[in-house]
Nanobody, 121 residues
Framework: QVQLVESGGGLVQAGGSLRLSCAASGGTFSSYAMAWFRQAPGKERGFVAAITWSSSNTYYVDSVKGRFTISRDNAKNTVYLQMNSLKPEDTAVYYC??????????????WGQGTQVTVSS
């Protein structure tokens, strides 16, 4: 029932920045934990960042700490991922997801279509 649509991906040089957005519809956005995952070529989909319903807590995979910031605007039914100091290893398809708890990674049941992020060296 919940639909998620990502946007904001693109091609950037190493050290650059991108801001991804995920617009939600069809549910009570503020009741969901939201997260970003990514999948690089030849690798499994992995967790990137998550945020609680109230934005009181955020979580990040170690490789993006200090560079990425997840945020949400419940009034706009949108979650964001600000990505700074991008590295080539950040290249992946980024997916937005909604679930019952930010750290229950296997329970994220709603997914967007993904947006490609490519970081050139």
């Amino acid at each position: 029932q919940v639909q998620l649509v990502e946007s904001g991906g693109g091609l950037v040089q190493a050290g650059g920045s991108l801001r991804l957005s995920c617009a939600a519809s069809g549910g009570t956005f503020s009741s969901y934990a939201m997260a970003w995952f990514r999948q690089a070529p030849g690798k499994e989909r992995g967790f990137v960042a998550a945020i609680t319903w109230s934005s009181s807590n955020t979580y990040y995979v170690d490789s993006v700490k200090g560079r990425f910031t997840i945020s949400r605007d419940n009034a706009k039914n949108t979650v964001y991922l600000q990505m700074n100091s991008l590295k080539p290893e950040d290249t992946a398809v980024y997916y937005c997801a909604a679930g019952p708890h930010p750290l229950a990674l296997r329970d994220y049941g709603y997914w967007g279509q993904g947006t490609q992020v490519t970081v050139s060296s």
